[in-house]
């Protein structure tokens, strides 16, 4: 298993330009999310989903939009990209059902937007 | 609104002491994981905590939850430099679908 994969690895945008930040996962895991991290600081939930075609907003979604429609992809989008959003973006995935809820997390996205 | 605070935010260590990281939480959760970073690396899973009391151990790690006080701790025995790294507590709603992160504690180990 590849586990949770992420494109790019970086990323540089000019402010208002559009993007797709691409999230992948081969554990047939219903459950996906987007983080984002800002230096010295912990993750921020985006948005999330609970399975093909349900998602739903986390703590920080004004900006970005995103859709399910497989199990497996969970992309994440930039409409008109603003420096506020440089960050690094971390996908997570893990599975439905038991308490643990342990969280697998992909390798990141470093996005700068000038 | 919940809000994890971690304690201490940076800490500089020598080699062989112990210390404890604190994570305290502002609502009642018995979900809490801790997790590992690396510099420009992901997050690695340390521990998951899903009761009050619980304590599991992985080599010279600790944690701890104590769900009444809304408080984990993690423990560093004899510490090494490997250990140096970025440590997260992360506290799960009751739903089970949100994580919110504490700030991190960048641990450093010096020979």
């Known amino acids: 298993n590849a586990g949770v994969t992420q494109t790019p690895k970086f990323q540089v945008l000019k402010t208002g330009q559009s993007m797709t930040l691409q999230c992948a996962q081969d554990m047939n895991h219903e459950y996906m999310s987007w983080y984002r991290q800002d230096p010295g600081m912990g993750l921020r939930l985006i948005h999330y989903?609970?399975?093909?075609?349900?998602?739903d907003q986390g703590e920080v979604p004004n900006g970005y939009n995103v859709s399910r429609s497989t199990t497996e992809d969970f992309p994440l989008r930039l409409l008109s990209a603003a420096p506020s959003q440089t960050s690094v973006y971390f996908c997570a995935s893990r599975p439905e059902g038991g308490r643990a809820n342990e969280q697998f997390f992909g390798p990141g996205t470093r996005l700068t937007v000038l | 609104e919940l809000k994890v605070e971690q304690n201490p935010l940076f800490l500089s260590m020598q080699e062989g002491k112990n210390y404890t990281i604190y994570c305290n939480y502002s609502t009642t959760s018995d979900r809490l994981y801790w997790y590992r970073q690396d510099p420009g690396k992901s997050l690695e899973s340390l521990f998951v905590l899903l009761s009050n009391g619980a304590v599991k151990q992985e080599g010279r790690l600790m944690a701890s939850l104590d769900t009444k006080a809304r408080l984990s701790t993690l423990h560093i025995t004899a510490a090494v430099h490997d250990l140096s790294a970025t440590y997260f507590c992360?506290?799960?709603?009751?739903?089970?679908?949100?994580?919110?992160f504490g700030g991190g504690t960048r641990l450093m180990v010096k020979p």
């Open positions: 992360a506290v799960g709603n009751n739903a089970g679908n949100m994580l919110t």
């Open positions: 989903s609970v399975g093909a075609g349900i998602t």
